[in-house]
């Protein structure tokens, strides 16, 4: 409780503190973003505690999110613009880059001088958003049109590459999303309006988030490593279909089963004190049936008012409470979102989730399959625009899936508390009153789950026609999965035996490999030439580029070209560094990363990129 003992009544929003005039310091004005500047600034409203104990609503310049998703997408940007190759962007000369990269951290500083001042509403607003996007457009630009992984190469710095095995060296390529990122996260606090100590909590918090889902992707990375120094099971994991897909859920199911414990780490969790409201917590998941899990208080130094159940492992199922929530709610109301959290537990919504976004990702290998089937292959662009569609359908309909479960968790607290005014008032008391009546993409607005819950509490066929439509859902997304595990058997099953002569080639097998091309007939003679001149040049060569370039040399000198080439591509497929300059050379328009197999015309045969 604050100083004096007393705490705002349950459910309502203490009020707002006045906004700091602008004054000078030193000289200058003091560009603090006051409460209530810009246009939109009734947006995003946090509790707060001001240093001398009183609560104030505080609204601040950077929105404090979890940057796990951010992360992905600069990941998909950094190797969008390796897989750019020697074209476009890697054209762009070295200095480029790092000029670009400092004057894009010095944006936060330079716009808040320019932006921040009375009387300029609209122009602080936009700068606080362009500061929030600031991190991921400065990855794409940095990377798409300035060439930024062409510069490290360039330096020789060790980057290595997004498009091959995953390296802990290809988060390099990840550094201007991290920096930019420090540059928005400083300034975000810098910029505040809040005590110095609540700024210091900002800046802690978002830097811990940052930090977590970096560590997030290096857990990812470095559960692959492993399999880096076992060849023969990382070629059949990037060349067998079934067995990469069996990898892949593998992988996730191991990511997700450690998540918590990063979590645990990377936030600071804490054990729930021990007191009445634990007390009332421990009661609840008793009566819910969920009495393993864990109660854990989540320090956001006040700036986050939220709860979330993580993780589906016993021992590892963690249930999160933010400090600032703690502070906001009364015991009654904390047990109503406690009950909400248990709803999704009980009615087991993500394994729902799951089964939704697994069978949509599926169902795009299976349908460009289809179409070859059918005698319409797709092109790139097809291929690409098909993604996008399934993307934005996903979008929607996942939003839609995930609005009724959040209805259907409401009810579970409805059920386990016999009242909606709990969950109603925490609902409420935790909103701005701009955002009473605004849905989000994942929830209705705090006023249609409360008269959602009303409705449900007066007459219990409301609870049962939801679930009913929840039914429907997820036997369409049973239907979604099976279907797309059809397709994606199916085209496993077509494309088996050249995937089994890839494997063969790329293993130096190449006596399998003639065997299995000439089965496949027309369409894999030039495989069948490659693995027949393998079979008698390459037998016994040593793993060594410099093996494999004196034996090329000397089929260039006794006049075989062709047999030149053929040698370089498949030291190539063995995964030998530095055979591209040789095929260059030759006059064969090699891949420009070390990592890539997909081979153009006038080498091997390109295959078709899987997901």
Avoid: M
């Avoid at 710095?157 to 996260?185: D, M, N, Q």
């Avoid at 002569?501 to 003639?514: F, T």
């Amino acid at each position: 409780a604050p100083a004096g003992g007393q705490r705002p009544a349950a459910g309502a929003l203490p009020a707002a503190r006045a906004a700091p005039r602008c004054r000078r310091r030193s000289g200058r004005r003091d560009l603090r973003v006051p409460p209530g500047c810009g246009a939109g600034s009734d947006r995003d409203p946090v509790v707060k505690v001001a240093d001398d104990g009183r609560p104030i609503r505080f609204f601040p310049p950077l929105r404090p999110v979890f940057h796990l998703p951010a992360i992905l997408l600069a990941l998909a940007l950094a190797g969008w613009g390796e897989a750019q190759g020697a074209g476009g962007a890697a054209s762009a000369p070295c200095w480029a880059a790092p000029v670009g990269l400092l004057l894009l951290a010095a944006w936060p500083r330079l716009g808040a001088r320019l932006c921040l001042a009375p009387g300029r509403p609209r122009l602080a607003w936009l700068w606080r958003r362009s500061v929030e996007a600031l991190p991921l457009l400065g990855q794409a630009l940095l990377s798409l049109l300035l060439g930024y992984p062409a510069c490290l190469e360039r330096l020789g710095l060790p980057a290595g590459t997004l498009l091959g095995w995953p390296r802990l060296e290809g988060l390099l390529l990840l550094l201007p999303f991290v920096v930019l990122s420090l540059a928005a996260i400083e300034a975000g606090a810098r910029y505040s309006a809040a005590p110095r100590a609540a700024r210091r909590s900002l800046l802690r918090y978002q830097l811990r988030q940052l930090a977590v889902g970096l560590a997030a992707l290096a857990l990812a990375i470095l559960l692959c490593a492993p399999l880096w120094l076992h060849r023969p099971l990382r070629v059949w994991i990037e060349e067998f279909s079934p067995a990469g897909a069996a990898w892949t859920a593998l992988l996730a199911a191991g990511f997700a089963g450690l998540f918590p414990l990063l979590l645990w780490l990377g936030l600071g969790l804490k054990p729930l004190p021990a007191g009445p409201l634990r007390s009332d917590f421990e009661a609840l998941t008793q009566r819910a049936g969920q009495a393993r899990l864990s109660l854990r208080l989540w320090p956001t130094g006040g700036w986050v008012a939220n709860a979330a159940i993580v993780g589906f492992l016993p021992g590892l199922r963690l249930v999160l409470f933010s400090d600032g929530l703690l502070f906001s709610l009364g015991r009654r109301e904390l047990c109503g979102v406690l009950a909400h959290e248990l709803g999704h537990a009980r009615r087991r919504h993500v394994l729902l989730y799951t089964a939704f976004t697994v069978g949509f990702l599926g169902a795009w290998p299976g349908l460009v399959f289809l179409c070859e089937r059918l005698g319409q292959p797709l092109s790139a662009g097809g291929e690409l625009a098909l993604l996008l569609g399934l993307g934005l359908l996903w979008l929607v309909l996942f939003g839609a899936l995930s609005r009724r479960a959040e209805l259907d968790a409401d009810l579970v607290a409805l059920e386990l508390l016999g009242a909606s005014e709990p969950l109603e008032t925490a609902l409420l008391g935790v909103s701005a009153p701009a955002q009473r009546r605004r849905r989000s993409w994942r929830h209705f607005s705090p006023a249609q789950r409360g008269l959602f819950l009303r409705a449900a509490a007066a007459d219990p066929a409301v609870g049962q026609r939801l679930r009913a439509g929840l039914r429907s859902w997820r036997l369409a997304a049973g239907l979604l999965l099976l279907g797309s595990g059809a397709l994606a058997s199916w085209a496993w099953s077509a494309g088996a035996a050249e995937e089994r002569l890839w494997i063969d080639l790329r293993l130096g097998r190449y006596g399998e490999a003639a065997q299995r091309a000439e089965a496949l007939g027309p369409r894999a003679e030039r495989l069948r030439e490659r693995a027949e001149l393998g079979r008698e040049l390459a037998l016994g060569l040593p793993e060594s580029s410099a093996a494999w370039l004196a034996a090329s040399r000397g089929e260039l000198l006794a006049g075989r070209v062709e047999g030149a080439r053929g040698l370089l591509e498949l030291g190539r497929l063995r995964d030998l560094p530095g055979l591209s300059a040789a095929l260059r050379a030759l006059g064969a328009p090699a891949p420009q990363d070390e990592g890539a197999w997909d081979w153009p015309e006038g080498g091997l045969p390109a295959r078709r990129a899987r997901p």
